[in-house]
T-cell receptor, first 115, second 116 residues
Framework: DADVTQTPRNRITKTGKRIMLECSQT?????MYWYRQDPGLGLRLIYY???????NKGEISDGYSVSRQAQAKFSLSLESAIPNQTALYFC????FGFGRQETQYFGPGTRLLVL | AQKVTQAQTEISVVEKEDVTLDCVYE???????LFWYKQPPSGELVFLIR??????QNEISGRYSWNFQKSTSSFNFTITASQVVDSAVYFC?????????????FGAGTRLFVKA
């Protein structure tokens, strides 16, 4: 079984709709991240969470919100979807402690199309 | 502010050629980490290598090698004797400390086409 899962894998929605993308991990990591990928722009950080009580905005958080329901779950919401939020969304986790190096492990991605 | 530049948008080579993917980074920190990830056509992101800022030793793993040079802020990736299966988008990333942990930013990626 995959260590980081994302649901749904594909989603088509209409402008103005609220949608939620979910991420679950079995790696036991404290840190979770949401990125979006657009052609030619690489991955850009939307939100990140270093533990259940910690939520931080990334470089492109406008139009998005997140919820860290548990150590293993981190959800991304689009309150009112717009077409330029059409992208590939990745969830990632990482584990860092003194003397350890941070590596991020990615989910399979969610393709979102906003019409 | 941190920044990662992958100047090569697309590279096309013929199988068995060697190819080098460039990565230049900017950071003010003395402690940071550099990564390379591969994204094959199937879309998933695959971790390839991590290097910390105190370790400038080059690394070789099979046909892959990485050249880290702090003097030029570069972390280049070379594939020797490329194969069609190497066709993918490759991302370089930089991770540096923020309050509570580390934050990672990615370059725009280099799309590699390996033709048979």
């Amino acid at each position: 079984d995959a260590d980081v899962t994302q649901t749904p894998r594909n989603r088509i929605t209409k402008t103005g709709k609220r949608i939620m993308l979910e991420c679950s991990q079995t790696k036991g990591h404290d840190r979770m991240y949401w990125y979006r990928q657009d052609p030619g722009l690489g991955l850009r950080l939307i939100y990140y969470s270093f533990d259940v009580k910690d939520i931080n905005k990334g470089e492109i958080s406008d139009g998005y919100s997140v919820s860290r329901q548990a150590q293993a779950k981190f959800s991304l919401s689009l309150e009112s979807a717009i077409p330029n939020q059409t992208a590939l969304y990745f969830c990632a986790t990482s584990d860092f402690g003194f003397g350890r190096q941070e590596t991020q492990y990615f989910g399979p991605g969610t393709r979102l199309l906003v019409l | 502010a941190q920044k990662v530049t992958q100047a090569q948008t697309e590279i096309s080579v013929v199988e068995k050629e060697d190819v080098t993917l460039d990565c230049v980074y900017e950071t003010r920190d003395t402690t940071y980490y550099l990564f390379w990830y591969k994204q094959p056509p199937s879309g998933e992101l695959v971790f390839l290598i991590r290097r910390n800022s105190f370790d400038e030793q080059n690394e070789i793993s099979g046909r892959y090698s990485w050249n880290f040079q702090k003097s030029t802020s570069s972390f280049n990736f070379t594939i020797t004797a490329s194969q069609v299966v190497d066709s993918a988008v490759y991302f370089c990333a930089l991770s540096e400390a923020v309050t509570g942990g580390f934050k990672t930013i990615f370059g725009a990626g280099t799309r590699l086409f390996v033709k048979a």
